[in-house]
Structure formats: structure tokens, C-alpha cells
């Protein structure tokens, strides 16, 4: 199963929302910035979130975008389905599966299966944890070296 640019981009942005939920609402501009996604594709984006009824968003100076719901009620595979459509590609190019190339369809089917059932069982508030459990990246802090003494 492949995901596209646009629900990688989709997910990070709704995983950022789920991040501020019950502060406000967060602009997409902070929020293309917080997760270096291009403004205009993410405006995009947060359009098709909102149509689903996954996102609300409120017009000017003051709006931005809020989750529709609380991090705990929505599923990846929601928010994956919105953006991607159903994604599965069944039967041969050419319509004539038969033989092995059968079975390989069959077998790519059940993976493609698990991997929905294993986005059905992760919710938002689920991201949430998995992306605090992850260690934080260090850059390394600069610490000016003592001056040496004169005459050393």
C-alpha cells in the first residue's frame, strides 16, 4: 500500500491539530511551518480534511482550523480515506489474471488488509503517544571552549 504526498502531508497536518487540541485554533500558516509542508498544497489539504468533516475552519484574522472532533474519536483510516480515495488497485492491467499472477493479487490483497485494519486501530490520541514516545532529536549545543591561560 502506497500513500501519496497528499495524505503523508494530510496526516501530518491533522496530527498537528490533534497536538493543539483545546488551545485554539492553529493557522495553516503555523501549521505548514511546524511541519515544513508547502502553504498552497497544504491549503489544499486542510479543504479535503474539512469537506470529510474531520476539521473545522474559521475565516479571519482570528480563524484557523480545529479538529471536528477530539483526538480520541478519529481513526488514521479515516483521515487516510478522505485523502486517498480507496487506494486499492484490484485485477491485472490487461483484465486477464490467471494462474500465480492470481494468487500474487490474492496475497497482495490480505497484506493490503492487514494494513487498513492496523490504520482502523489507531486514532489520533494514538499517533499522539507513538510521537511522544519518540526520542527527541539532538543537534548538539555549542559551549564556547575556557580561554587558555597566557604563557600556556
Known amino acids: 500500500m502506497r ?3 497528499k495524505t503523508e502531508y494530510g496526516v501530518r497536518a491533522i496530527v498537528e491539530l490533534a497536538a493543539n487540541a483545546g488551545r485554539g485554533a492553529l493557522q495553516s500558516g503555523e501549521i505548514a511551518r511546524r511541519q515544513v509542508i508547502p502553504g498552497p498544497f497544504l491549503d489544499q489539504v486542510l479543504m479535503t480534511l474539512r469537506r470529510a468533516g474531520l476539521v473545522h475552519s474559521t475565516r479571519g484574522p482570528h480563524g484557523g482550523h ?4 477530539s483526538p480520541e474519536d478519529i481513526r488514521l483510516d479515516e483521515v487516510i480515506a478522505c485523502l486517498e480515495g480507496d487506494g486499492v488497485k484490484r485485477g491485472h492491467p490487461d483484465g486477464a489474471e490467471t494462474g500465480d499472477s492470481r494468487v500474487l493479487a490474492l496475497v497482495t490483497e490480505k497484506a493490503e488488509q492487514a494494513a487498513r485494519d492496523v490504520f482502523a486501530s489507531q486514532t ?3 499517533c499522539l503517544r507513538l510521537r511522544r514516545s519518540q526520542p527527541q532529536v539532538f543537534h548538539g549545543i555549542f559551549h564556547a571552549l575556557p580561554a587558555k591561560p597566557q604563557g600556556a
Open 66 to 69: 480545529v479538529l471536528a472532533r
Open 3 to 5: 500513500l501519496s504526498m
Open 124 to 126: 489520533l490520541a494514538d
